[in-house]
């Protein structure tokens, strides 16, 4: 998003934490596909192949994570904090939709 718009419309930081979300569920994603992968392969360099991806996954799914908590887009390890993080994020996106009346 342009800085000078997303300003004006207050949601520069909230893009920053949307995207963010986005990467950090895409990465949860890909780790489970991989590990399902794992578990169906027939030869030893496919699976070797799929759990280098794999472990590829999981240090990314640390770094934009790691990344998400010292923003104070995540909180892990207090759900309270969390939930309010969520509901106010579904709060914003229910205020960006538009309206029937248009």
């Known amino acids: 998003m342009n800085p000078f ?7 520069s930081s909230l893009t ?13 994603s890909a780790i489970k ?4 992968a794992i578990t169906e392969t027939a030869t030893p360099e496919i699976r070797s192949t799929l759990t280098q991806h794999l472990e590829d996954c999981i240090n990314f799914h640390k770094q934009i994570s790691d990344y998400m908590v010292n923003k104070g887009y995540y ?14 994020m ?7 939709q538009p309206t029937g009346d248009q």
Do not use: E, N, R, W
């Open 5 to 11: 718009i997303g300003k004006l419309s207050g949601m």
């Open 16 to 28: 920053d934490q949307v995207i963010a979300t986005d990467m950090q569920m895409a990465a949860k």
């Open 33 to 36: 596909q991989y590990a399902l």
């Open 75 to 88: 909180f892990p390890l207090d759900t309270s904090k969390q939930v309010q993080v969520d509901t106010d």
């Open 90 to 96: 579904a709060d914003q996106a229910l205020k960006l």
